[in-house]
């Protein structure tokens, strides 16, 4: 089945400061997902985003299909920002998909205040 | 629109015992999937349903998980003689696939422990 990577898997900064979360995946997609998970467990949608750039407030996000990565972007980072993002592709199996998301093992980010 | 609901939140449960999880997806949505999530992991795929058909089945989900979406509406997730390796959160998202867009949307999961 196809991989999907994560990196880096654990990031620490101070409030105010900018980060990049990478995912790769080892095999074209359809579909590409961004979730933020809180303390609580509920995944929170961030962007669906199969290819292009998108923006929403201090966050973005751009996927390269081609070159099989997507990288999600956090500007003035908050304190309410914390908790795993995790980043969840579809396949299509021989023309055909059923939607299940395949997901990476998540970035952990703490910001501190 | 009130989002994917689950019930219970928490559920603690003794080792042998059956245990029923509920999945409302959002209304106007077909699709419903099952994952389930260990600590320090990402979520894995379980099952999935498209109305009340039972399309897909991950190897993940043994002969003790049985699941079911009788009218297509709300799901049950059935986990027979627990194990203490089933301890997990289980996650039910629903979708609507319209054309190539298929955003799937999370409920707040149930956490299972089973002592």
């Known amino acids: 089945g196809i991989q999907v990577e994560q990196s880096p898997p654990d990031l620490i900064l101070q409030e105010g400061a900018n980060s990049t979360l990478r995912c790769n995946f080892s095999d074209s997609v359809n579909n590409l997902q961004w979730f933020h998970q809180n303390p609580w467990g509920q995944l929170i949608n961030l962007f669906y985003?199969?290819?292009g750039t998108k923006q929403n407030g201090r966050l973005s996000a751009t996927t390269v299909a081609t070159e099989r990565y997507s990288l999600l972007y956090i500007s003035s980072s908050q304190t309410t920002d914390s908790g795993v993002y995790f980043c969840?592709?579809?396949?299509?199996?021989?023309?055909?998909?059923?939607?299940?998301?395949?997901f990476g093992q998540g970035t952990i980010l703490t910001v501190h205040p | 629109d009130t989002g994917v609901s689950q019930d219970p939140r928490h559920k603690i449960t003794k080792r042998g015992q059956n245990v029923t999880f509920r999945c409302d997806p959002i209304s106007e949505h077909n699709r419903l999937y099952w994952y389930r999530q260990t600590l320090g992991q990402g979520p894995e795929f379980l099952t999935y349903f498209q109305n009340e058909a039972q399309l897909e089945k991950s190897r993940l989900l043994s002969d003790r998980f049985s699941a079911e979406r009788p009218k297509g509406s709300f799901s049950t997730l059935e986990i027979q003689r627990t194990e203490q390796g089933d301890s997990a959160m289980y996650l039910c998202?629903?979708?609507?696939?319209?054309?190539?867009?298929?955003?799937?949307?999370f409920g707040p999961g149930t956490r299972l422990t089973v002592t």
């Open positions: 985003i199969p290819s």
């Open positions: 969840a592709v579809e396949r299509y199996a021989g023309g055909t998909s059923y939607g299940k998301l395949t």
């Open positions: 998202a629903s979708s609507a696939r319209q054309g190539m867009r298929n955003e799937q949307y």
